[in-house]
């Protein structure tokens, strides 16, 4: 490193990665001393997307806990400095974490220079919250209490997220609920984000924006579901890496500001979060969503609309929109957690075929895929094998039943895995021989 920029080697210190505790009122109250804080205290290293030449970034461990996270939305207040959409772009994110209102905008495998993300936070949470609701409901209905330490969702999928060809794995990875009752009797919904990796400056702010919905969203939905009233409590955010981008330093001066920030007071840096009511954001993101499916195009401005014909003034938005989705009132499928994992289900199936194979080899030496599935299903391959002159161990049955149902569920859907069973019978034929 030593043609590095300066040789910055001096920066770096004895190379361990500190851990910081921030206390905040406010979502931007956390921002501020989080970045203040970062900047005094933060590892000095290559930030992500670093090149050579680049100053070196900030970079800690950083846990932010935030004791009032619905003050900003109810006092419609953000720091100057901390969000770059204007409040349309704001809502839009909100809802797309809170709703998953764009879970469709994701990158074309097949295009290279698609460069949108291939996932969506929502699509990864969102269909474990059912699940959740329900261990609440439980321990409500058995317990006459909320304490349980795992009502939380993931987003990591290991077969997707640690392999070389996934460029850009989830930064947020888990969500934990926490509810208590206060010194009143009353419940408190607290909860905790973990995140993999953020950038401070320019994403920090937003992201929790939309957490602090989902935490607000979550505890109106257990309040009706139980019918008890229940508090937003503490937000505690978690990032191992939260760190400023040295290009940051390089060419938006990010160390003058934060001393800027640091010489006045967080009321020097507060505006409005919103400039139009947030209703009429919602109207215009809606009629944005419809443009879309008529062939308009993403994102359409307000001018477009209005000479598409839209009346932003009353065009309808989901009333869900205005509390938790209406995907949180289905009844819970834990067949449904197997969406997206097509190789997880087809490769457990596929070993059972192949066992079957191995025992009964003469049996299934010509068989097809449907024959061998049947016999699997049914239960009457262990019926073969406790026949055969050469018994190997039985199959479990029971599991690679769930498997057959999970798989025939989603690849019954018109948009799903296109092809469905052929894929599996794919598979099948190049494992036979």
């Not at 066992?355 to 262990?382: E, I, M, P, R, W």
Request: glycine share 6%; proline share 4%.
């Amino acid at each position: 490193m030593g043609g590095e920029k300066n040789n910055q080697n001096y920066l770096r210190g004895d190379g361990k990665l500190p851990s910081i505790l921030v206390q905040a009122q406010t979502i931007s109250d956390g921002w501020h001393k989080a970045m203040i804080a970062c900047k005094d205290s933060g590892l000095r290293v290559e930030t992500p997307k670093y090149v050579f030449g680049q100053s070196l970034g900030y970079d800690a461990d950083i846990n932010v806990r935030v004791a009032n996270p619905m003050e900003d939305f109810e006092k419609n207040q953000r720091h100057k400095f901390g969000l770059f959409d204007d409040d349309r772009g704001i809502m839009q994110y909100i809802l797309e974490v809170t709703h998953g209102i764009h879970n469709h905008w994701k990158k074309d495998p097949n295009d290279p220079n698609d460069t949108r993300w291939g996932y969506t936070y929502n699509e990864r949470f969102n269909d474990q919250i059912p699940l959740i609701l329900a261990r609440i409901k439980y321990d409500w209905d058995k317990r006459r209490r909320i304490t349980g330490r795992d009502y939380q969702w993931t987003t990591w999928r290991p077969e997707e997220d640690i392999i070389l060809e996934q460029e850009d794995p989830p930064c947020l990875q888990r969500g934990h609920f926490r509810f208590a009752m206060n010194s009143q009797g009353v419940w408190v919904c607290n909860y905790v984000s973990d995140w993999r990796s953020r950038d401070e400056s320019k994403a920090w702010e937003e992201n929790n924006k939309g957490q602090a919905k989902l935490q607000n969203n979550f505890a109106l939905k257990v309040s009706d579901m139980l019918g008890i009233p229940v508090l937003v409590g503490s937000y505690s955010d978690r990032s191992s890496s939260l760190h400023i981008y040295g290009k940051y330093v390089d060419e938006d001066r990010i160390e003058a500001q934060i001393e800027q920030m640091r010489a006045g007071t967080l009321n020097d840096f507060l505006v409005p979060l919103f400039i139009e009511d947030e209703k009429k954001l919602k109207r215009i993101i809606a009629a944005q969503i419809d443009a879309e499916l008529r062939g308009e195009g993403q994102n359409q401005s307000e001018d477009r609309l209005e000479r598409l014909g839209y009346d932003l003034d009353t065009f309808t938005y989901p009333t869900d929109w205005d509390c938790w989705p209406k995907s949180w009132d289905v009844e819970p499928d834990p067949i449904i957690l197997f969406k997206g994992r097509k190789n997880v289900i087809e490769e457990s199936m596929i070993r059972m075929i192949i066992k079957a194979k191995k025992v009964l080899g003469s049996h299934y030496k010509t068989a097809t895929l449907k024959q061998v599935l049947d016999d699997l299903k049914t239960g009457k391959v262990n019926d073969r094998l406790r026949a055969s002159p050469f018994c190997g161990e039985e199959i479990d049955i029971k599991e690679f039943q769930e498997r057959i149902k999970a798989y025939e569920l989603l690849a019954s859907s018109s948009d799903f895995w296109h092809g469905g069973l052929r894929n599996l019978d794919s598979l099948f034929q190049r494992y036979r021989s």
